[in-house]
């Protein structure tokens, strides 16, 4: 707070004094952050006003006043300058005009989420920063879960004149991990001094306030003292960030909450598989970082487990104490997807249940038969849309009570004491479309699968089936995505999620990267995919296609504002809590759009009457 006015600030200190408060000028206002409703960013560049303390920070270091403001640190040495997260992102970040000014070393304290492939972009951004400009940067990044969706996966890195000296681990259990790198800074200097156009820039940028510091950065003259060798990024593929990240905020969100576990419906399918392999690798980081002697993890373990003496040292004994699996059976479950969830959950050492949810079921829907005098059936038994998707709906909830009450009471039947989070398994393009009940067993305390689309979670699959050798994950990945919330055909699965959606996986994440991510409507995405999609479709495909999944998105978005916390994981996620906030209530009829695609001319006859084709399948206009 300064001068009643709240900034979001570094404090830059040595030896137990403040050298210099430096707020941030470049907010970060948009996606999950908000800076603006709480911080004012620092407009006045390069200026600094006086700071006076706070009489119990005087009396720590005997200043009353510091400077405040856009400035330098100039060491006996070389000069030293400070971005902060957002600023390294903007289109004229501080440190061009600070490398201008001969800022030789730039540091950035960065709070920068996770998102699959976002490595990449944060290692460009530094790299290029230093190459046009020259300069030695160090990016130390926040690691963990903040308790919310985001998880910091930490990556911090030093670089010079655009090349990697010094890269930090991207997901880590450890709280702290220190980054060194020893490098030349007359290797900065003679590579800015062969750039003219810099150097011409150079002789026209305003200064900065120098705070002087009496210190040296640098050794005396040591011609044996070895220098950092550059070194080359080694990023993970979107599989392993996936085992890795959402695996890491589980056991953040697991030691934090202080409880003794997690419960999964498993239900033998992909979404659920996924989930049950993320507490796995959970359970594979804790030990290996147990094993290299991570005190402050082995003293969590031991609290969650509720034993003092306990080390763990097999992922899949750890996995038995902290994962209980329940495979949760009616009349419409096959053999096959119970099979599956059983070798899964044998394979990972889970305490696994079976049971049959009918029971529940029939007494639910007799109390609607006694109190109306109607008994609703399936549409394969001759009911309507309507009673079979509220008997779908019926079977999905009872899922979710007997989940949470299993949760509360798994480990008292046992005789231990604690209680477990209850894990969903509902994926970023299922989300999207709607593709789920609300209430049902989407609905959970946490989501690590909520922002990752079904193509990348089949690849996490296979990864896991390979590295963690689990065969059982082999059928689950060849057998197509069923509810099984419809009869059965001859003991079979008549009902799978691609038919009943009425859009592939593929599509979905084609769509929700181009809404969210290049904000487009129906008339735009329209355009778009004709050219996209030219060799594959013809105009009339492409415009059914678009209005198929604008009316279902638009039918469903209510479901948005009680989806379960997920791990943010893509930039197309349509969490409603505050990365995507849309209404939940639309027109989905689109009458204005679906009218600019009907009346372009090369798109032939008459297309389908999508929301009356709605009315008929199983996601009508309005659902629960």
């Known amino acids: 707070m300064h001068r009643n006015v709240r900034y979001n600030c570094r404090v830059m200190f040595l030896n137990r004094k403040i050298l210099l408060i430096r707020p941030k000028v470049a907010l970060a206002n948009e996606g999950n952050y908000r800076e603006l409703r709480w911080f004012t960013p620092w407009s006045r560049s ?4 006086e700071y006076f303390l706070p009489r119990m920070i005087q009396d720590l270091t005997k200043q009353e006043t510091v400077p405040f403001g856009d400035a330098v640190l100039s060491t006996r040495d070389t000069c030293i300058g400070s971005e902060v997260c957002e600023e390294l992102w903007t289109p004229h970040s501080p440190h061009v ?7 030789e070393i730039f540091t950035n304290a960065s709070g920068s989420h996770h998102v699959l492939r976002k490595a990449h972009a944060r290692v460009d951004l530094v790299t290029m920063a230093t190459t046009k400009n020259g300069g030695i940067y160090l990016l130390a990044n926040q690691k963990g879960c903040d308790g919310d969706r985001l998880y910091y996966d930490g990556c911090a890195l030093i670089a010079m004149n655009g090349s990697i000296f010094a890269q930090g681990s991207q997901f880590s259990l450890d709280d702290v991990e220190v980054l060194t790198a020893t490098l030349d800074l007359e290797d900065v200097r003679s590579y800015r001094a062969e750039i003219s156009s810099r150097n011409l820039a150079a002789s026209r940028v305003s200064p900065y306030p120098r705070v002087k510091v009496d210190f040296a950065l640098s050794c005396h003259e040591d011609l044996l ?15 392993e960030e996936i085992s890795l990240g959402p695996a890491c905020w589980l056991w953040d969100f697991l030691r934090r909450s202080q409880q003794a576990g997690f419960f999964l419906p498993l239900s033998g399918g992909v979404d659920s598989g996924a989930t049950a392999c993320l507490v796995y690798s959970m359970c594979h980081q804790v030990c290996e970082a147990v094993k290299h002697g991570s005190q402050e993890v082995l003293a969590d373990v031991r609290t969650i487990v509720n034993q003092t003496s306990y080390t763990p040292q097999d ?3 750890l996995c038995g104490r902290i994962l209980t699996t329940c495979y949760m059976a009616s009349e419409n479950s096959s053999r096959e997807t119970c099979n599956r969830a059983r070798d899964l959950a044998q394979q990972i050492g889970s305490h696994h249940i079976g049971l049959n949810i009918d029971p529940a079921v029939k007494a639910v829907l007799g109390i609607f038969s006694l109190v109306t005098g109607k008994s609703p059936a399936f549409a394969a038994h001759g009911g309507s849309s309507r009673e079979s998707l509220a008997l779908q709906n019926v079977q999905a909830r009872v899922r979710m009570v007997i989940a949470y009450l299993f949760a509360q009471l798994s480990l008292w039947s046992r005789g231990a004491p604690g209680r477990l989070l209850v894990l969903g398994s509902a994926n970023v393009d299922e989300s999207l479309l709607g593709y789920l009940t609300k209430y049902d067993c989407s609905s959970a305390d946490i989501n690590p699968i909520g922002g990752i689309s079904k193509t990348d979670l089949r690849a996490f699959v296979q990864l896991c089936m390979e590295r963690f050798q689990l065969p059982a994950l082999q059928s689950i990945l060849v057998a197509p995505a069923t509810a099984e919330l419809e009869p059965l055909a001859h003991g079979r699965v008549s009902q799978t999620d691609e038919e009943d959606m009425g859009v592939t996986y593929a599509e979905l994440s084609v769509y929700g ?6 904000k487009m409507g129906p008339y735009s ?3 778009k995919l004709l050219y996209v999609w030219k060799d594959v479709c013809t105009p009339r495909q492409v415009a059914d296609k678009v209005k198929r999944f604008f009316s279902k998105y638009s039918t469903n978005r209510h479901k948005m504002t009680t989806l379960t916390p997920a791990y943010h994981a893509e930039s197309y996620s349509p969490d409603d809590n505050r990365f995507d906030l849309r209404p939940f209530l639309y027109n989905t009829r689109w009458p204005w759009q679906f009218r600019c695609i009907e009346t372009q001319p090369f798109i032939g006859g008459p297309g389908q009457d999508v929301s009356r084709e ?11």
């Open 46 to 49: 390069r200026q600094t006003e």
């Open 225 to 239: 003292e070895p220098l950092s060798e550059p070194v080359e990024w080694k990023y993970h593929s979107p599989a």
């Open 525 to 527: 995405m329209f355009c």
């Open 315 to 317: 992922p899949r004994e």
């Open 513 to 518: 990267r181009l809404r969210k991510i290049a």
């Open 614 to 624: 709605l009315n008929k399948g199983s996601i009508p206009l309005v659902t629960n």
């Open 97 to 103: 005009d600070m490398g201008l000014d001969g800022v």
